[in-house]
Nanobody, 129 residues
């Protein structure tokens, strides 16, 4: 059974840092494109960052320079390092996976939720003073 489980959410003050991770099981992890999405109450789910099986990374404009996505294939773990956090980063953060490499002509597609077929249950990140 394929599972994605997120860890590491929590509360932090604006300007602070927080790391979240996602552990996978039940499939050939190395062959998958992985991503982080987030969804705030009343808003649509949006792509945050993605890393393809060939190492290609894509970031949403809103997090470029502040967030870093990495993957450890040996540990089957996906990471998201978040710094300079803002209140608008508050959301439930989800990891997602789909078979890769995708090699999209347009990086936009890496951040489209409907492209992914595997999802974790989410971890809450709250940025507030």
């Amino acid at each position: 059974q394929v599972q994605l489980v997120e860890f590491g959410g929590g509360s932090v003050q604006p300007g602070g840092s927080l790391n979240v991770s996602c552990v996978a099981s039940g499939y050939s992890y190395i062959a998958y494109c992985l991503a982080w999405f987030r969804q705030a109450p009343g808003k649509e789910r949006e792509g945050v960052a993605a890393v393809d099986s060939d190492g290609t990374t894509t970031y949403a404009d809103s997090v470029k320079g502040r967030f870093t996505i990495t993957r450890d294939n040996a540990k089957k773990t996906l990471y998201l390092q978040m710094s300079s956090l803002k209140p608008e980063d508050t959301a439930m953060y989800y990891c997602a996976a789909m078979p890769g490499p995708r090699a999209y002509y347009s990086p936009h597609f890496y951040l489209v939720p409907t492209e992914y077929n595997l999802w974790g249950q989410g971890t809450q990140v709250t940025v507030s003073s």
